[in-house]
Structure formats: structure tokens, C-alpha cells
């Protein structure tokens, strides 16, 4: 294997990505994926559940809330 084929980029870095910077991860074909930009290192299961915490921020952003709804919450 040749050094492009090792460190292939897959996935964006889910701490650079929450800090909404788009940074791309490099992979080492054996399950491990680590951040250019900061230290961020991990798998694919738990870059996946970042991901999924960071969908939890825009949730409700295409629901229109009324003045109404904010009063009863």
C-alpha cells in the first residue's frame, strides 16, 4: 500500500465541525480516524455518535415557533 491509499480522507471532524470549521479526517484502513487541526483521534462508531450530538443542536430549527408556544414553555 502506498502512503495515499493509508490516508484516505473519509469524514469531517466532529469537534472542528461543531466549532464550525470543516475539517477533513485522514483514515488508516484499520478502523482509525484522527484530525489535521486538532487532536481529535477515534473510530467510525464514535465519530458517528458525535455526529448524531451535534444533530441534537438544530433539531426543532424548521419548526416556527409562536409567540404562544414560547409563552407555554
Known sequence: MDYLEINKVDKRCPVCFSRENDVLLLHD?????????????GTAGEIHASYHDLQKRFHGILRRLTMEDQLKM
Open 29 to 41: 484502513g484499520d478502523g482509525n480516524y484522527w484530525c489535521t487541526h486538532c487532536s481529535f483521534t
